[in-house]
Nanobody, 119 residues
Framework: QVQLVESGGGLVQAGGSLRLSCAAS????????IDWHRQAPGKQRELVAR???????NYADSVKGRFTISRDNAKNTVYLQMNSLKPEDTAVYYC?????????????WGRGTQVTISS
């Protein structure tokens, strides 16, 4: 099992910044990638950013150039630095881990953290 705990959400004005954290614990050695997803009211959950075991990253077009995903292996934590925030970034942000171990794939989700951007 893998446990994921998000933190760092809040209310900021448009143009501001936030840094989200996703702390992973448990059976983390089988994790292939960790990503951030978000879900706005009335919308489907969407992938925002992803970082793989090798360190490669990718981003949704809507956040490229504004968001940066990174990790601190010593702390088992993945971060999402969000700059130049817009009202349309308002959503619950979820951390997700993709595990593949002994031929079995598993997915783990955190409980989410609310991000609200005021105009």
């Amino acid at each position: 099992q893998v446990q994921l705990v998000e933190s760092g959400g809040g209310l900021v004005q448009a143009g501001g910044s936030l840094r989200l954290s996703c702390a992973a614990s448990g059976r983390i050695f089988g994790i292939n990638a960790i990503d951030w997803h978000r879900q706005a009211p009335g919308k489907q959950r969407e992938l925002v950013a992803r970082i793989t075991r090798s360190g490669s990253t990718n981003y949704a077009d809507s956040v490229k150039g504004r968001f940066t995903i990174s990790r601190d292996n010593a702390k088992n934590t993945v971060y999402l630095q969000m700059n130049s925030l817009k009202p349309e970034d308002t959503a619950v942000y979820y951390c997700h881990a993709d595990e593949f171990l002994e031929g079995i794939g598993n997915n783990y989700w955190g409980r989410g953290t609310q991000v609200t951007i005021s105009s």
